[in-house]
């Protein structure tokens, strides 16, 4: 039987999908092409001409097929390099949610190991608010990920213009809940939003007003934003 993540951690993900490619997308475009150093004690990263202060978020391990959280590392807890991360745990045993409070993680049972280990990466991105997260190759089968913890790095804006768009591609990612996934995207940029059955209306900045309606099955059916008058 293949394995599976816990319903509340894949909530979660959830709630965070639209944002969060968003922002990974933003992320990507300002990270110049080139190869990458870093720095641990001194919480440095190094990619191209860019340096950046950064959190080590979790390591995935190709052969054993499994995922250690950045303040779980021995060599790693406790200090600064990790203190971004530690927000993933306490916020995992605030709400009851195993995956950010298990040290190290088993993703040998998953269909597809890495992209569990990508799923962690982009949830741990979520729960800390982070301006994305960047995975490289740190040696023959481990891959490391870093959470950018450097103002530089560009957040991106609610754009009235792409809203369908960033709306009904994240909506691919997981799957799960549209409604979830577009409320927590509203959360994130600080648009003020109500609920009925079938719709979401959102207030958005600088005066807009988002739409977002939902068929029978939950899906998003239509995305409309009336410009301020």
């Not at 950010?100 to 991105?125: C, N, Y």
């Not at 939003?193 to 005066?207: D, I, T």
């Amino acid at each position: 039987m293949t394995k599976e993540f816990g319903e509340a951690f894949l909530d979660e993900a959830e709630r965070h999908a639209a944002w969060g490619a968003e922002q990974l997308g933003a992320l990507t475009a300002f990270l110049p092409e080139g190869p990458w150093t870093a720095d641990l004690p001194s919480c440095v990263y190094r990619q191209g001409d860019v340096e950046l202060r950064v959190a080590v978020l979790g390591t995935y391990d190709e052969q054993e097929r499994s995922w250690m959280w950045g303040w779980a590392n021995p060599g790693l807890r406790g200090t600064p390099m990790v203190s971004l991360t530690e927000e993933a745990e306490r916020f995992g045993r605030a709400h009851g949610i195993g995956e950010f409070t298990s040290g190290v993680l088993d993703l040998s049972g998953f269909a597809d190991p890495r992209r569990a280990a990508e799923t962690l990466a982009f949830a741990g991105m979520g729960v800390v608010r982070a301006a994305g997260y960047i995975g490289v190759s740190a040696g023959p089968g481990t891959r490391v990920y870093f959470l950018p913890d450097d103002p530089r790095v560009p957040r991106a804006a609610l754009d009235p213009v792409a809203l369908a768009r960033t709306l009904l591609t994240a909506t691919g990612l997981f799957g799960r809940s549209p409604r979830r996934l577009v409320t927590g995207y509203f959360e994130h940029h600080g648009a003020p939003c109500r609920e009925s059955e079938h719709q979401v209306v959102a207030g958005l900045p600088g005066g807009d007003t988002a739409e977002v309606d939902f068929d029978s099955l939950g899906r998003i059916s239509g995305v409309r934003v009336t410009a301020r008058r």
